[in-house]
């Protein structure tokens, strides 16, 4: 993967929710003020072509829903998807549910078009609240859809819910995610390196 990915000539996209944005759509070069910058800023002269295609708020049909000329049309070397959190969330702030099936449907639509290798990383919640406790009845679901479709896709997966809890065990939850779900920029730098360890160094 390293050699696939480590060349000006190819392009990797990052797509997902505000987690992958961080304002990218005001950043001169397009990659916002996180975990994709640090990849981005790591990899130096040896980095592809990055493009960040986070929005803020998305789920993942609203993702599927701009697939084609937000991620397809950059014809990409290797998609790297981070998204469900939103899918979660919005239970809990707006009562707009959305079910596992539901989700897995949607995800379904971002990986069957795809024609590279592609990257799944885990949505994950580091609660901050004793009330975001009760997510994970809705979170944990829609992770077992993640990682069933990476096995079944043959993708690599990223375990950042798993690896930032156990981080969290000694940082603290706050110091990774201040809201418990969006990254400080410890949080971001601790996505990063699992990413890199994942798909740079398999």
């Known amino acids: 993967m390293t050699s696939l990915l480590l060349d000006p000539r190819r392009t990797v996209v990052f797509a997902g929710d505000s987690v992958t944005d961080c304002g990218r759509r005001t950043d001169p ?5 996180g975990y994709v910058r640090t990849l981005s800023d790591d990899l130096a002269d040896r980095r592809p072509r990055i493009v ?3 929005i803020s708020g998305h789920r993942a049909a609203d993702l599927a829903a701009r697939w ?3 991620v397809l049309a ?3 070397s290797l998609v790297s998807i981070l998204i469900g959190i939103n899918d979660t969330w919005r239970r809990y702030d707006e009562d707009d549910p959305t ?5 897995e449907a949607s995800y379904r639509e971002l990986l069957d078009p795809l024609d590279c290798p592609v990257v799944l990383v885990e949505p994950f919640l580091l609660p901050v609240k004793a009330e975001q406790e009760t997510w994970r009845e809705d979170l944990d679901p829609k992770l077992e859809v ?3 479709l990476a096995v079944e896709y043959g993708a690599l997966l990223v375990p950042a819910d798993v690896e930032l809890n156990r981080l969290a065990e000694t ?5 990774l995610a201040d809201d418990g779900v969006h990254p400080t920029a410890a949080g971001h730098r601790a996505i990063a390196g699992l990413w890199r360890r994942v798909v740079l160094e398999d």
Not at 29 to 33: H, M, P, R, T
Not at 171 to 175: E, V
């Open 99 to 103: 079910t596992a099936e539901s989700f």
């Open 68 to 70: 084609a000329t937000d």
């Open 146 to 148: 993640v990682r069933r």
């Open 171 to 175: 940082a603290g939850a706050a110091a």
């Open 29 to 33: 070069a397009g990659l916002g003020s």
């Open 74 to 76: 950059h014809e990409p």
């Open 52 to 54: 960040n295609a986070g």
